[in-house]
């Protein structure tokens, strides 16, 4: 490529490879048409694979999309992480709708986390949904993540140290443009469990539904429980809520992100 005078290191094309970054500037977009020749591929086949352009402009993208990693503290080492894994399709999958439901033990343990959410493709070829999943507290084993409806697991990274898990939930097929999916997954942590005091959604794109729903166990009830959000660049905002008739609580966000949303609760 540099004898055809293209300038192009191997860490972006690493990130070009990872999804980690992508070709959109004309100088880079003639780099990859070289590449394709390299290559010997079909002319326009790796072209195709990076999409329509993302919007640009400052106040844009602050109030449609946040970095990879946004509000978490291990930032840097998220985006690491995802080095391993493909990360090229999660802005181009609108989250319509996200359901998380965590079920609280006896022994006020998080004991498991079903995840539903709908998912429409606003390109073809979004072919999986990356989730990151971290503890509240390093220490206790990762939790298993079992896919339950039209996904299976794809690569998987974990940060044992930290409690942090990425992985890959992988379609039943490609989807094209405008095509919709409807995906569950479940997290079990392993006995004994961790002490559950908060759940917490982050999203760095926008949700158009999200519903948070914490089932208690009747002999176990927390003192008192509160509904927390925070939208980017925004103070925090807390209300208190409390158990319906089958001891479990839900909060639901509609238009929402990026930001955290999530409930947290006092046991004594």
Known sequence: MRAEGYSVSLATLSYWQTGRSRPERRESLAALTELEKIL?????????????????????????????????SERELIVDLAQGIDTRWDERLTRLSQHDRINVGPDRGEASIV????????????????????????????????PVRNCRLGRVVEAR?????????????PLAKGETVITEHALHNYPPFPLAQQYERKFRLPVREYVVEICFDPTALPRAI?????????DEQVVSIETDAGHSVHAIALDYGPGRYGVRWDWD
Request: negative net charge.
């Open 161 to 173: 140290d930290s409690g942090l898990l990425l992985a890959e939930l992988m379609f039943d097929r």
């Open 115 to 146: 995840v539903r959410q709908v998912l429409r493709a606003e390109a073809d070829g979004p072919d999986r949904w990356v989730a990151i999943i971290r503890l509240d507290e390093a220490g206790p084993p990762l939790p298993l993540l079992t």
């Open 40 to 72: 010997e591929v079909e002319p326009g086949s790796l072209a195709a694979l990076v999409g329509p352009p993302r919007p640009r402009g400052r106040h844009l993208h602050k109030s449609t999309e946040a970095p990879l990693g946004a509000f978490w």
């Open 226 to 234: 509160y509904q927390y959000q925070q939208m980017d660049g925004q």
